[in-house]
């Protein structure tokens, strides 16, 4: 059974950093595509930040800069740090693993505001 557990999310004022954690089970993270996917109140899911199992990258152009995506393959764990957070970046942060199927974490909450 895949499951993936997002953890890190929380309140933060504009210009701080928070680092979200989404841990895989069931699955070898090192085969998989790992993303991030965010929604915010009223809007669709967006692709975040994307890393492919041969090590690409890519960032939506709203955090290009400010967000990167890593994983660690021997701890089957995928990580966004983001920086330099802005209001508009306030949403449910989503992970997700693909390969043929996709698979959904439960998603945390990301709330920045002063």
């Known amino acids: 059974q895949v499951q993936l557990v997002e953890s890190g999310g929380g309140l933060v004022q504009p210009g701080g950093s928070l680092r979200l954690s989404c841990a895989a089970s069931g699955i070898s993270t090192s085969m998989y595509v790992m993303a991030w996917y965010r929604q915010a109140p009223g809007k669709q899911r967006e692709l975040v930040a994307h890393?492919?199992?041969?090590?690409?990258?890519i960032y939506s152009d709203s955090v290009t800069g400010r967000f990167t995506i890593s994983r660690d393959n021997a701890k089957n764990t995928v990580y966004l740090q983001m920086d330099s957070l802005k209001p508009e970046d306030t949403a449910v942060y989503y992970c997700?693993?693909?390969?043929?199927?996709?698979?959904w974490g439960q998603g945390t909450q990301v709330t920045v505001s002063s």
């Open positions: 890393s492919s199992s041969g090590g690409i990258t």
């Open positions: 997700s693993a693909r390969k043929i199927a996709i698979y």
